[in-house]
């Protein structure tokens, strides 16, 4: 079973694609996840790339990501580079 991490980076990339898909402009999803349109930007934009766990959860349950495939969300390119 997946657990999601304490700080999770998250893949701005891939992000901005599966709310795109959502039909949901920036400010809408922001207030959603309740959070800034300002910070989902950063995320989106590689900017800012970490999220704490309640956040990551909120993102995920509004794509509609089931638990199993939440790791389509992380970014483990940091994690990759270091092995």
Do not use: W
Not at 24 to 44: D, M, R, V, W
Not at 52 to 62: K, N
């Amino acid at each position: 079973m997946f657990t999601e991490p304490a700080g999770v980076r998250i893949a701005g990339t891939r992000l901005r694609q599966l709310r795109k898909l959502t039909g949901s402009n920036l400010k809408t999803f922001a207030a959603q996840i309740g959070c800034s349109f300002q910070y989902l930007s950063q995320l989106e934009r590689g900017t800012r790339k970490h999220v704490g766990p309640a956040l990551f959860v909120r993102i995920c349950d509004e794509l509609e990501i089931a638990r199993t495939q939440r790791r389509e969300l992380i970014d483990e390119s940091a994690s990759e580079a270091a092995a």
